[in-house]
């Protein structure tokens, strides 16, 4: 099993489309977590933490929930420049500042 | 935002030469950097961890050899791919964390452009 497991792509939704990602982390003990945005051949930029009691972030929505090891992010309202890679990153509680990343998910938003 | 700063963009090599890649943290010292490897339509793989002063650590499967990684500064890490060869094409990206986050893991990580290399 992947230490980070994201859905798999391609979602394609329609402008003002509400979508959501999930996310699943095998290590019971990852510490701090985060989503990720990568354009296409550009690197990878913080899109926003994931905080133990959820967290908005205008239109963007992340949620943890220990128990189950899940992490997810909502676009509501989704604009055409939220098509992108997103990926969902753990850093896990094992000393050092080693991050997993997972696969990403790709976001195809359409006219 | 800190930024990271990575150079080449581009590089394109013929086969059997050795390319450097620079990533330098412009305004935090990083005492910890990372090296990531994309080949297309994948994700970002971690291939070894930089430490300054120290030895890198380098990811299952990762040849040290082939992939010499120096961080001789708390705002510079170099990874140098020797020999290159055409199955070494890929985006190489780094990442750093700010020293001052502290060791709990938490901070951002800043990334760098991405190198794209071409070995013919």
């Known amino acids: 099993r992947k230490e980070v497991e994201q859905d798999p792509g391609p979602f394609n939704v329609p402008e003002g489309a509400t979508v959501a990602f999930n996310c699943t982390y095998s290590?019971?003990?990852?510490?701090?977590f985060f989503w990720y945005r990568q354009d296409c051949r550009k690197e990878p930029k913080l899109l926003m933490s994931?905080?133990?009691s959820g967290n908005e972030d205008g239109r963007f929505t992340a949620q943890l929930n220990r128990a189950s090891q899940y992490i997810s992010l909502l676009i509501r309202d989704s604009k055409l420049s939220d098509s992108a890679t997103y990926l969902c990153?753990?850093?896990?509680?094992?000393?050092?500042?080693?991050?997993?990343f997972g696969a990403g998910t790709r976001l195809f938003v359409k006219a | 935002g800190a930024v990271v700063s990575q150079h080449p963009s581009w590089v394109i090599c013929k086969s059997g030469t050795s390319v450097k890649i620079e990533c330098r943290s412009l305004?935090?010292?990083?005492?910890?950097m990372f090296w990531y490897r994309q080949f297309p339509k994948q994700s970002l793989m971690l291939m070894a961890t930089?430490?300054?002063?120290?030895?890198?650590?380098?990811e299952q499967g990762v040849e040290k050899d082939k992939f010499l990684i120096n961080h001789a500064s708390l705002t510079l890490s170099t990874l140098t791919v020797t020999s290159a060869h055409p199955e070494d094409s890929s985006f190489y990206i780094c990442?750093?964390?700010?020293?001052?986050?502290?060791?709990?893991?938490?901070?951002?990580?800043?990334f760098g452009e991405g190198s794209r290399l071409t070995v013919l």
């Open positions: 990442s750093a964390r700010d020293r001052t986050a502290g060791r709990t893991n938490t901070g951002e990580l800043f």
């Open positions: 290590n019971s003990a990852s510490q701090s």
């Open positions: 994931v905080y133990s």
């Open positions: 990153v753990v850093t896990p509680n094992t000393g050092g500042f080693k991050t997993i």
């Open positions: 305004d935090f010292q990083a005492t910890t």
């Open positions: 930089s430490n300054e002063g120290s030895k890198a650590t380098y």
